[in-house]
């Protein structure tokens, strides 16, 4: 099986359930069932972000799903001791260390590594040990890739917002650019022994692109899928992703 055919794996963040949750206070919408409606519906993984403010998930919303569920739990968490401390007590399947703002309304850029690659390297080593698969959330720069490999991770997850933006805004040669640079940083991760995935701002209208990147293994979307659900229902909207990102690697 060449690359380019190989299954692409779609993680769901379900994040955005527990947003409309807190909306009103009370437990529904039930993350838990979004959870179980991805597994159902031939996800490859659920994505969580444990903010620090907890402003969508919640630490029993972490125990609840990981109890809920057989698909690996990806955890999506800042470099912090606290958010160590939980991760190396639920030891998720995965972790994607995130940079993380508290103003900010989702996850702006990606991470610093370049910047913070002695700190990430001690913060990594322990979650390795237990483990769990690092991923870390990086623009598609490739000094960031390299820092990355440095610092020992295992993955690299490329932000695909400036990307997912460019299309939005019909910016047909921006977008090609930041494709580019998506190439490039993918085919260099693979090259230093990591494994790539994308995320951020995708939708139906854009994953296509990003699914044909070779050596992208994992796709995480989150907003746009809880959207869409509103409409059609949770997994009729996992299926047409899936749907979108086949069509992609035919
Ligand atoms: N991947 C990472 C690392 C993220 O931080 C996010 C947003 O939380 C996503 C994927 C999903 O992005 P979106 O919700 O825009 O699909």
Redesign the pocket.
Known sequence: MTVQNAHLRLGV?I??VATVRNARGGADPDPVRAALLVQNAGGDGI?L?LREDRRHIRDADLDAVMAAVTLPVNL?MAATSEMSRIALSHRPHAV?I?PERREER??EGGLNVLADEDRLRDFIAPLREARARVSL?IAPDEAQVEAAARAGAQVV?L?V?AY?EHCAAREDAARDGELRKLFAAAALAQELGLEVHA????NFANVGPIAAIPEVVEL??????IGEALFVGLESAIREMRHQMNLARL
């Open positions: 963040n994040d955005h994505t972000h999506e994607c995130v989702t996850t959330f997850e932000h917002g997912a995320g951020h701002g995708l995480n979307i989150g907003h746009f899928l």
